[in-house]
């Protein structure tokens, strides 16, 4: 089992920046990829940047050249550079792991952070 834990969401202004931090903990030696996903009002829950395990990086179209994944050293951080941030990033932003349980890959999901860009 994997738990993660979201923090940095907020208010802010367009233009501005943000980082977003995920904290897993349980057995993350199973990990294999994390990921960052968001949902807006109304939309369905969309890929934004995910990172595997050899640290190769996916950005969804929207937000590259802006957002930055990364992970930390022990492997049981994921953080999120919002930079540039536009009114449609508003969203619940969720940290996503898909680790090991046995023979097969699961997803484990955070509650989320709330970002709100609006002037």
């Known amino acids: 089992q994997v738990h993660l834990v979201e923090s940095g969401g907020d208010l802010v202004r367009p233009g501005g920046s943000l980082r977003l931090s995920c904290a897993a903990s349980g057995s993350i030696l199973s990990i294999n990829a994390m990921g960052w996903h968001r949902q807006a009002p109304g939309k369905q829950r969309e890929l934004v940047a995910h990172i595997s395990s050899s640290g190769d990086t996916i950005y969804a179209d929207s937000v590259k050249g802006r957002f930055t994944i990364s992970r930390g050293n022990a492997k049981n951080w994921l953080y999120l550079e919002l930079n540039s941030l536009m009114p449609e990033d508003t969203a619940v932003y969720y940290c996503?792991?898909?680790?090991?349980?046995?023979?097969?890959?699961?997803?484990?999901w955070g509650q989320g952070t709330q970002v709100t860009v609006s002037s």
């Open positions: 996503n792991a898909r680790a090991w349980l046995g023979a097969q890959l699961r997803d484990y």
